[in-house]
């Protein structure tokens, strides 16, 4: 479904389709925005939530590369000729999922463990995109968010060593994973349909949420050994 067009740079850019080019600064925004409100409503509020001087130091360092990915992507949409003010929270209503009061430690950890997860599957989705600028920041962020996801799973296992954490662990997991599903967009997207057929993204999002749901399953049912809620995926 990919045309046959490679971008390797910011000015190649310009002298590409007008479809292409709102295609590119709609997921730089989207993603400027959603790194920036996640770090601000979960990641640096998690820190007073961390219980040991470890988890703290660990928690500021996944809150400071949450902001740096908003400075990355904002930097390359600033190049892009995107204003700094469309990327930010103000003019872009930021994703559903970052509507969740976050009230504990135990729901941040499950937030880096599912969350990130669904992150990851996103950037995965980049890391090939025919604007190669885009694609090179895809590579430099994906160490970071593999960090993150490991960084739940890590400490939602040592909260699952004991009957009170498993419990905690798992109330917060009914709580947050229904929410997850809606990261991935609708089935038969229009806009996921024209990313494909530009090579931006590869896959659908049916294909996506399937995916994701194979891996969330597998870290909280056969790792874990707790419970994934039972969700209605539209079809």
């Given at each position: 479904m990919t045309q046959a067009i490679q971008v390797k740079t910011i000015d190649e850019l310009a002298q590409q389709p007008e479809e292409y080019r709102t295609l590119i600064e709609k997921i730089i925004i989207s993603h400027a925005v959603n790194e920036l409100y996640g770090a601000q409503v979960f990641d640096e509020p998690a820190i007073a939530f961390a219980p040991t001087p470890y988890a703290k130091w660990l928690t500021c360092r996944v809150a400071m590369e949450e902001y740096g990915h908003h400075v990355r992507f904002r930097e390359l949409g600033e190049q892009l000729g995107i204003s700094a003010e469309r990327m930010t929270p103000d003019a872009k209503r930021p994703l559903s999922i970052f509507e969740f009061p976050l009230a504990n430690w135990e729901q941040f950890c499950?937030?880096?463990l599912l969350a990130d997860l669904a992150e990851i599957l996103q950037?995965?989705?980049l890391l090939t995109c025919t604007f190669h600028?885009?694609?090179?920041?895809a590579r430099m962020t994906m160490p970071e968010e593999r960090f993150h996801a490991q960084f739940g799973k890590d400490f939602c296992?040592?909260?699952c060593a004991t009957e009170e954490g498993r419990s905690r662990v798992q109330a917060a997991i009914n709580q947050y994973f229904p929410l997850l599903p809606a990261?991935?967009?609708?089935?038969?997207s229009k806009n996921n349909e024209a990313y494909r057929r530009w090579g931006i993204?590869?896959?659908s999002n049916e294909d996506m949420l399937a995916d994701y749901l194979g891996r969330a399953r597998?870290?909280?049912e056969d790792h874990l050994k707790l419970s994934l809620p039972s969700i209605a995926v539209a079809a």
């Open positions: 499950v937030i880096k950037v995965e989705d600028p885009l694609r090179n920041l296992t040592e909260l990261f991935f967009g609708r089935a038969g993204k590869q896959r597998a870290l909280v």
